[in-house]
């Protein structure tokens, strides 16, 4: 049998994938070399766009039970006070979902291998690891082993969604961008049958609640970060300091003595202690003809925005929708080109703000942590608006019409008629018009004439403040572009960016 695609690596990354590729009707075969799910939590956070992902995918209701919604992020100075505070309560909710939840790594997991397991046309093989592939015409061959044979298959595409260590990374020769950036920091995850304690900050805004957002200590004594997982689950993260010893550090009295500041008279039970090398790392190809890498595979960052994994999310929905849009609506196959295209610079930006903040949060020198501090408050970020989901830039090079208004943003997500808009909608390529004169039918794109509905004022508003009569959004929730008055051309211009023939021939057709 020959595939539509084989994901490589099962972890989130690669569980996201199959659960796209499968609401597609692809077909999946999904090699990943462990017999189980890795037991402990890495990633720990994610923003409103996963969660609208999750939606898209079919999986929510399954996830949502085991988040924890927070409030943002507090980062304090070395003298306790705060610096900068990232929080969003009270704050407009764009995309349908809170800008922050906590969550437990291998639940995730769990969730979203179930979210395909009953789909046919998904094989997941465990204990079934990569060891090679080739490539010849339209097609990737894909040598794997298990059960201590070597058996291969064949797929269209091949996604490498295999971790930082990537083995198909390095069999394509692919190198790594360095962007110069490497702290060893110690892990702990604990249950804790209770709050969390901190030392007397000042500066705290009166909504922020130190139980519901993540604290980063900037403290020269120690950085360290505070993490409210979700249920009773808490998580630190400690920088080493010059001269530490990784495994001297793991010890449980050196845990112990560490947590005791946080957690002295709360009981609470330790899950795992293990250090970490935060990098700042970009794959410098994200494709090799009909192979791509996604994830960990292709992207390193420092986790200080809680980024990591997000980004790996991103990549898969991008190449989920353009697959589809080939293998369902005849597409041409190069718009897989615009992959790297529209996400490096994503990428890039967002961790090269991790590295920044990485850059003052991990200042040993308390006199140039005091200065430092000074700098953050002179700069007055405490208190403003921004939330480590505003980071995401637009899309400014692919498949976006550039040159109108909002192309290549995430587009809202309100409530149209009682429900989510992704909801009322379905997913796909959607046109909202103003009414009858801006709406235009086309085969694969549901339009939405805003004037039949019953409560779409968001979108109204939306149109009106950017001054267009409809707006077309990409399956990944993306603004393709907008138009004033008919969308034909906007249409068209789409069209013609996918290899599709213009609307008339396609009508025809
Ligand atoms: C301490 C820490 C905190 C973090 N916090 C956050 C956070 O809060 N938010 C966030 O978004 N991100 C965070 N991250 C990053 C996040 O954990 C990773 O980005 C994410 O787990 C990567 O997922 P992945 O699926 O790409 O790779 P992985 O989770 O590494 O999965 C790769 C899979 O590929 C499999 N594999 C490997 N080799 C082969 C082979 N030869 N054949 C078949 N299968 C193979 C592996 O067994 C594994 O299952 C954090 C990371 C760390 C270390």
Redesign the pocket.
């Known amino acids: 049998m020959t595939y539509d695609v084989i994901v490589?690596?099962?972890?989130?990354?690669?569980g996201l994938m199959a659960n796209l590729l499968a609401r597609d009707g692809l077909s999946v075969l999904v090699?990943?070399?462990?017999e189980d799910l890795?037991p402990l939590p890495?990633?720990?956070?994610?923003d409103h766009e996963m969660l609208r992902l999750f939606q898209s995918a079919g999986v929510i209701d399954a996830i949502l039970p085991d988040l924890r919604e927070t409030d943002g992020h507090l980062h304090v100075g070395a003298d306790h006070g705060v610096i900068r505070y990232m929080g969003t309560v009270g704050k407009p909710r764009p995309f349908g979902w809170a800008n922050d939840y906590f969550f437990y790594q291998p639940e995730l997991e769990q969730h979203l291998r179930d979210g395909f397991a009953k789909n046919a046309k998904v094989t997941l093989l465990t204990g079934?690891?990569?060891q090679g592939l080739t490539q010849t015409g339209d097609f990737v061959t894909v040598t794997y082993t298990k059960d201590g044979k070597n058996h291969q298959a064949q797929a269209r595409w091949a996604v490498g969604?295999?971790?930082?260590r990537s083995?198909v990374r390095k069999h394509l020769g692919i190198a790594l961008d360095d962007l110069d950036f490497e702290e060893p920091w110690l892990?702990v995850d604990v249950e804790a049958e209770g709050d969390v304690k901190f030392p007397d900050l000042t500066g705290v805004p009166e909504e922020a609640d130190l139980q519901r957002l993540s604290v980063m200590m900037c403290d020269p004594v120690r950085p360290a970060t505070v993490v409210p997982g979700r249920g009773n689950h808490r998580r630190w993260?400690f920088m080493l300091l010059p001269g530490e010893d990784d495994e001297e550090m793991m010890q449980p009295d050196a845990v112990a003595r560490l947590l005791e500041p946080y957690l002295s008279g709360v009981p609470h039970k330790i899950v795992r202690a293990a250090t970490?090398r935060f990098h700042g790392l970009i794959a410098e190809k994200w494709q090799q003809g009909n192979v791509f890498l996604a994830?960990?595979?292709a992207h390193q960052t420092p986790?200080f925005f809680?980024?990591?994994?997000?980004h790996?999310f991103r990549d898969v929905s991008n190449l989920a929708w353009k697959m589809a849009q080939v293998v369902n609506e005849g597409a041409n196959p190069a718009i897989l080109d615009t992959y790297q295209l529209e996400r490096d610079p994503h990428v890039r930006a967002v961790i090269g703000a991790a590295v920044n903040v990485g850059r003052y949060i991990c200042v040993l020198d308390p006199q140039a942590a005091a200065e430092r501090d000074t700098k953050m408050r002179e700069r007055a970020e405490f208190g403003t608006s921004e939330t480590a989901g505003d980071l995401i830039p637009a899309i400014g090079e692919g498949i976006v019409l550039t040159g109108t208004e909002a192309a290549g943003e995430r587009f809202i997500q309100p409530k149209i008629n009682g429900k989510l808009l992704d909801d009322q909608t379905g997913g796909g390529w959607r046109l909202f018009a103003r009414d009858a004169d801006s709406a235009v039918a086309a085969n694969d794109i549901t339009t939405i004439n805003l004037a039949e509905q019953d409560e779409a004022a968001n979108v109204l508003a939306w149109l009106d403040e950017r001054g267009v009569d409809a707006v077309l959004v990409r399956p990944d929730h993306y603004v393709f572009g907008t138009a004033r008055g008919s969308a034909h051309a906007l249409l068209d211009t789409r069209n013609a960016a996918l290899g599709l023939g213009d609307l008339k021939s396609q009508e025809a057709a």
């Open positions: 490589i690596g099962c972890g989130p990354v690669g090699l990943e070399k462990e890795h890495r990633a720990v956070h994610i079934a690891e990569f969604s295999d971790g930082s083995p892990v993260e970490y994830g960990d595979a986790p809680g980024q990591g994994m997000c790996g």
